[in-house]
Nanobody, 115 residues
Framework: VQLVESGGGLVQPGGSLRLSCAASGLTFSSYAMNWYRQAPGKEREWVATVSTTVGSTNYADSVKGRFTISRDNAKNTVYLQMNNLKPEDTAVYYC?????????WGQGTQVTVSS
């Protein structure tokens, strides 16, 4: 199983980024897909979830209204659209696939929000 994140980078406050996570080696549509993030010196925290084929979503309060998670089961890809970015969004963002007690993680992509 491989989860490969992309789309991170340096952006000014108020800007936008779109992260992608391409999955392979698993039945993608059977897995809930999640984004987590880890800021320097802090624990990894959950950001957002999109369920399997139904596609319902949930968000951490800190990103609600600014971030949108979505999935394309035909492309085995999950996305995180991040708008109105703030310095406190700076972190390594990780893609996670979850089904029952099985978890897979990507290697992460760095997002830096700074002027």
């Amino acid at each position: 199983v491989q989860l490969v994140e992309s789309g991170g980078g340096l952006v000014q406050p108020g800007g936008s980024l779109r992260l992608s996570c391409a999955a392979s080696g698993l039945t993608f549509s059977s897995y809930a897909m999640n984004w987590y993030r880890q800021a320097p010196g802090k624990e990894r925290e959950w950001v957002a979830t999109v369920s399997t084929t139904v596609g319902s979503t949930n968000y951490a309060d800190s990103v609600k209204g600014r971030f949108t998670i979505s999935r394309d089961n035909a492309k085995n890809t999950v996305y995180l659209q991040m708008n109105n970015l703030k310095p406190e969004d700076t972190a390594v963002y990780y893609c996670n696939a979850r089904r029952l007690r099985t978890y897979y993680w990507g290697q992460g992509t760095q997002v830096t929000v700074s002027s």
